[in-house]
């Protein structure tokens, strides 16, 4: 089975400023890892993901995240955000091949950024 | 492609009444979920369908909760019977296992249980 951890609840930040949302995973298996977004009132969209090759990822609207396998982390980073960045962040995993939870995916408890004027 | 529809955007309705919950995936996906998204518990996933078979049921949270996926593009959530207790924004989200498990997610319903 797979775990996520999304090491801050609630990230504050003035505008411009960067940015870095945390997570970290276990798994017995290989992973593929995502970030979503989720703007107020509305569904989950996908930020980036990795499946393979490059460790650094590159989304959409300036998103990117690196996957650290010694580490077990897939951090989420941007060098300058908007006010419409705010939003709610979420990192997730499922694993790459066979066991009981092939073909879902384990959720971590969401960080909430909030950029500041 | 519509993306995942899903029906009513918004429901309310009163404690001890039935609600039920539709989705439509993304055709060619054979991979279904259902979540419920609440601010104490977060996202928690309540079933999801393989090729219609249901895979994991262990988020349902108890026997008043029931799903169905009857073909490859519709499923039901249904509450029978609805208590406050189960007001949440729940999503319904499709996927193929090509690709890593990406999920696509519809954009909720919002139940609310006077």
């Known amino acids: 089975a797979q775990s996520v951890t999304q090491l801050d609840s609630q990230v504050p930040v003035f505008e411009e400023a960067p940015v870095e949302l945390r997570c970290n995973y276990s798994s017995s298996v290989s992973v593929y890892l995502f970030w979503y977004v989720q703007y107020p009132n509305q569904g989950l969209q996908l930020l980036l993901k990795y499946l393979s090759g490059s460790t650094l990822v590159k989304g959409i609207n300036g998103f990117e995240a690196e996957f650290n396998k010694s580490q077990t982390s897939f951090h989420l980073r941007k060098p300058s955000v908007h006010i419409s960045d705010t939003a709610e962040y979420f990192c997730?995993?499922?694993?790459?091949?066979?066991?009981?939870?092939?073909?879902?995916?384990?959720f971590g408890q969401g960080t909430i950024l909030t950029v500041h004027p | 492609d519509a993306g995942v529809i899903q029906s009513p955007r918004h429901e309310v309705t009163e404690m001890g009444q039935e609600v039920t919950l539709r989705c439509k995936p993304i055709s060619g996906h054979d991979y279904l979920f259902w979540y419920r998204q609440t601010m104490m518990r977060g996202l928690e996933l309540l079933i999801y369908f393989n090729n219609n078979v249901p895979i994991d049921d262990s988020g349902m949270p108890e026997d008043r909760f029931s799903a169905k996926m009857p073909n490859a593009s519709f499923s039901t959530l249904k509450i029978q019977p609805s208590e406050p207790r189960d007001s949440a924004v729940y999503f319904c989200a499709s996927s193929v296992l090509a690709g890593g498990n990406e999920q696509f997610f519809g954009p909720g319903t919002r139940l609310t249980v006077l």
């Open positions: 997730a995993v499922s694993a790459d091949a066979g066991g009981t939870s092939y073909g879902k995916l384990t």
